[in-house]
């Protein structure tokens, strides 16, 4: 039905007067989208059902990517996309009048994560597939996903989001293969007939997970994987005391994506979510291999177990418990299988974030998996004991159980074959800081694995125009092999080249500012520059320091009427946690900011300030292709790796950023003169942190541009925010500014003038951005998968097999 526009057009037609009961001018977009869909998964279906019996039936190894988000985004475009009938379905809708890009846009974003590291398990899938490497993504199916921001007043308020509203065209529910998934209860022990000790979880309280699979297509291949997304129902319990209170908190189980935790009820939802996640996935992986009539020990030659940073680390004692209690193999044949089957991905250094569970939830909900944490710990203790005798303190500070706390980071590096961290950086600082004590246990454990970001959803589908300069140019294997853009750098002395490459950034700031002026009614000069920061809104990654510039060049051109830089349009886009009370603060700042400088007739054709409400992944592909400076610019050794600014350089925007995270690799790919670099290096952050020195208030007393900014938050000069920035103000005076936004002001200054004297050049500026781009390739997610499947999952293509069958 897809092999030309006519068959198309046919199939289609008939298909939406048979589904939707409506003649073709009767049928609503919402109509046109769903049918469009179902015909998708159903052409979809054939290389789907093809994939799973290749691999049920061959012996190649599987690889399980367990993560607690998937934030996918929009599914259509990247279908169509990947199985190459996007002329037919765009030239066959265009022929009924539809455009298939308003079709597409019908689609709600599957935002079942928060940021980076959700997405980065959507660009994961998309490369597994796309390498016919046979991966199978386990996420839970939330109802809601991410929180749809509204911006009010300038303030963030959070509603709802309802992805699954009208229905979701991708997804197949397989209830057959739903699984029990036990809670609470208690465990029995007694010596069964060969005086085996042996264990039961009795009067446990069963939630059921059924699975819903969804497609996940590789590019110009056969080879369909599967992302399965675990919802939770009540099970049949013959019994329960108060059967509307079981409802309720077995649907809240995938009810929202990170349920706030700051009380101990959200808490132990959380958990619960995490072994829900962990039970069902193994289940289901343990059925698949068992299938296969295979020793139970050699599971590890056939199935690799990915966690996703720490939260489904519960798959250790889960596998654990399953060979212990129903295998029945030995505590030590257990857990080396374990070690070997299961590898982790750590994503952050920031203490805050490293997950810790107290005991007093964790062993009444998780009775039998408790146990088996605990006998863990004391192991893993006993063996520290015996490298490091008498070395208390060291032992207490590598415990996975102390003080009364569950430390899930120290269980993911110890009962894993594989501890990788995100970048370069990053993985040193692991090895060398935070978690240098483990790494001299197992030197051999850890290993680096610089992010990645799928090539095709974020140069080739959402910026058509730069992906067919570039095949114009140096024709199209670089769309299977990205390193190949590196053929690029030979047009950077080519004029026509360059003029076209600004002609495609032209549109696309065209378009993007078609979208700001109606979003928030701002009217933006094309001719500014198009200066982006988005990203989640978090302190460490400084949006005030942008905001604080901002101010600087408001104020310096209010004093100094012949200080007037290249105009620029500063593009925000962040959401807040919805309990993160500094972060909303920022995001109020901004907006009001935005609100004085864009009404100001003296200086708002040199400044504009946008903030893009509910930042999320159908409009991040909107903004990327307009954008010309990508601001990294978060404290050194703070932001493990980044994401955005890989899509950023991709997309031929210039990055000004301190050397942190895979910034740092942008670094080196590019050189110093196609990058702004600014502020200080991790070395000296980390000096500052540990041996002080560092005073604020200084920068305060001494730079009278900071001074002046500072005043401002709190002396009533925005009107009507009397006592709103305080927060903002003792956080970095009383405080003593804890992510040095003060201390890298004035380079962070320096460095931007730098930037609005570049772009005066824009030739130049045009050869930096084919430099980015052509050395963007490095950064596909293809690259960072092969690595894992290499290195750490030992997995190999399975696409020969997929054809011959
Ligand atoms: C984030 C880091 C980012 C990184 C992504 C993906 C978490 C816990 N960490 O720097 O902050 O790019 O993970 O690895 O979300």
């Known amino acids: 039905m897809f092999d030309n526009k006519e068959l198309f057009k046919k199939a289609f037609l008939s298909k939406l007067e048979m589904s939707v009961g409506k003649s073709f001018e009767e049928t609503s977009p919402q109509d046109q989208y769903h049918v469009l869909g179902n015909m998708i998964r159903e052409y979809i279906s054939t290389n789907w059902i093809k994939t799973n019996q290749v691999y049920r039936s061959t012996e190649t190894k599987q690889v399980y990517y367990l993560s607690i988000e998937f934030l996918l985004g929009r599914i259509m475009g990247s279908n169509i996309l990947n199985l190459g009938i996007h002329d037919v379905v765009e030239e066959g809708l265009a022929d009924l009048g539809i455009s298939l890009e308003e079709l597409e846009s019908n689609e709600p974003d599957s935002a079942l994560g928060n940021g980076g590291l959700g997405r980065l398990a959507a660009c994961?899938?998309?490369?597994?597939?796309?390498?016919?490497?046979?991966?199978?993504?386990?996420?839970?199916?939330?109802?809601?996903?991410?929180?749809?921001?509204?911006?009010?007043?300038?303030?963030?308020?959070?509603?709802?989001?309802?992805?699954?509203?009208?229905?979701?065209?991708?997804?197949?529910r397989k209830s057959d293969l739903a699984v029990e998934v036990p809670f609470w209860g208690r465990v029995e022990s007694y010596y069964d007939e060969n005086g085996r000790l042996t264990f039961k979880h009795r009067d446990a309280e069963p939630i059921l997970a059924v699975p819903y699979d969804i497609p996940v297509v590789g590019y110009q291949t056969e080879t369909v994987n599967t992302l399965r997304l675990w919802n939770a129902e009540p099970a049949n319990v013959p019994y329960h005391d108060d059967i509307m209170r079981y409802k309720r908190e077995t649907e809240m189980v995938s009810e929202f994506l990170y349920p706030d935790d700051a009380e101990d009820s959200g808490k132990i939802l959380r958990l619960k979510q995490q072994y829900f996640l962990v039970r069902a996935s193994l289940h289901a992986i343990l059925n698949s291999f068992r299938n296969k009539q295979k020793d139970i020990r050699e599971l590890p030659n056939y199935v690799s177990i990915h966690i996703n940073d720490t939260h489904p680390v519960l798959a250790i004692p889960e596998l654990m418990r399953i060979l212990l209690d129903e295998e029945m193999l030995s505590w030590e044949e257990a857990w080396d299988i374990t070690v070997q089957t299961v590898s982790y991905t750590n994503h952050t250094t920031l203490s805050e974030a490293l997950e810790k569970w107290p005991v007093r939830l964790f062993q009444p909900l998780l009775p039998r998996i408790y146990m088996i944490v605990q006998e863990i710990n004391e192991r893993f203790c006993k063996e520290l004991w015996d490298m490091y005798p008498d070395q208390w303190q060291r032992i207490e500070d590598m415990a996975i159980i102390a003080h009364d706390q569950v430390k899930m980071a120290h269980l993911a590096i110890v009962g894993t074959h594989s501890t990788n961290g995100v970048a370069h950086l990053h993985t040193e600082i692991l090895k060398k800081r935070e978690m240098n004590n483990f790494y001299q246990v197992f030197p051999e454990r850890f290993n680096n694995k610089t992010n990645g970001i799928t090539h095709r959803r974020w140069l080739m589908k959402s910026n058509p125009a730069l992906s067919d300069l570039i095949t114009d140019s140096i024709g199209d294997k670089w769309k299977v092999e990205p390193p190949r853009l590196k053929e690029l750098e030979q047009f950077k002395q080519d004029a026509a080249f360059l003029e076209q490459l600004e002609k495609v950034k032209h549109e696309n700031k065209v378009k993007l500012a078609e979208r700001i002026f109606e979003q928030n009614q701002i009217k933006v000069n094309l001719d500014s520059i198009f200066d982006v920061q988005v990203k989640r809104l978090h302190a460490y990654k400084r949006q005030l320091l942008n905001v604080l510039h901002i101010m600087y060049l408001y104020n310096r051109m209010k004093e100094e009427p012949n200080f007037r830089p290249h105009p620029r349009t500063f593009i925000f886009g962040a959401k807040a946690s919805p309990g993160y009370?500094?972060?909303?603060?920022?995001?109020?700042?901004?907006?009001?900011?935005?609100?004085?400088?864009?009404?100001?007739?003296?200086?708002?054709?040199?400044?504009?300030?946008?903030?893009?409400?509910?930042?999320?992944?159908?409009?991040?592909?909107?903004?990327?292709?307009?954008?010309?400076?990508?601001?990294?610019?978060?404290?050194?050794?703070?932001?493990?790796?980044?994401?955005?600014?890989?899509?950023?350089?991709?997309?031929?925007?210039?990055?000004?950023?301190?050397?942190?995270?895979?910034?740092?690799?942008i670094y080196e790919r590019v050189g110093k003169d196609n990058i702004f670099i600014f502020g200080m290096t991790s070395e000296e952050v980390m000096n500052y942190q540990a041996n002080g020195g560092y005073h604020s208030s200084e920068y305060y007393m001494l730079d009278r541009r900071i001074h002046e900014a500072l005043n401002q938050l709190v002396n009533g000069f925005f009107p009507n925010t009397n006592g709103m920035f305080d927060v903002i103000y003792d956080s970095l005076l009383i405080e003593n500014d804890q992510y040095f936004v003060l201390r890298d002001f004035d380079s962070y200054v320096k460095t931007q003038e730098m930037v609005s004297n570049a772009y005066k050049d824009k030739k130049w500026w045009n050869q930096s951005s084919v430099v980015n781009i052509a050395n963007s390739g490095f950064f596909s997610s293809d690259r960072t998968i092969s690595e894992y499947a290499n290195d750490i999952w030992h997995v190999k293509p399975a696409k020969s097999l997929i054809i011959n069958s």
């Open 124 to 172: 994961f899938m998309d490369s597994l597939a796309s390498l016919d490497l046979p991966g199978h993504g386990c996420g839970i199916r939330y109802k809601h996903g991410l929180f749809e921001q509204k911006v009010i007043n300038g303030v963030q308020v959070e509603y709802p989001e309802l992805w699954l509203q009208n229905g979701q065209v991708w997804e197949v």
């Open 581 to 665: 009370y500094y972060a909303k603060k920022i995001i109020k700042l901004i907006n009001t900011v935005a609100e004085r400088v864009n009404n100001d007739k003296t200086t708002n054709d040199y400044l504009k300030v946008v903030f893009l409400e509910n930042y999320r992944v159908s409009l991040a592909e909107e903004i990327f292709p307009a954008a010309e400076v990508s601001e990294q610019i978060s404290t050194a050794s703070k932001e493990a790796s980044g994401t955005g600014n890989m899509k950023f350089m991709m997309n031929g925007a210039l990055t000004i950023g301190t050397m942190d995270g895979a910034n740092v690799e």
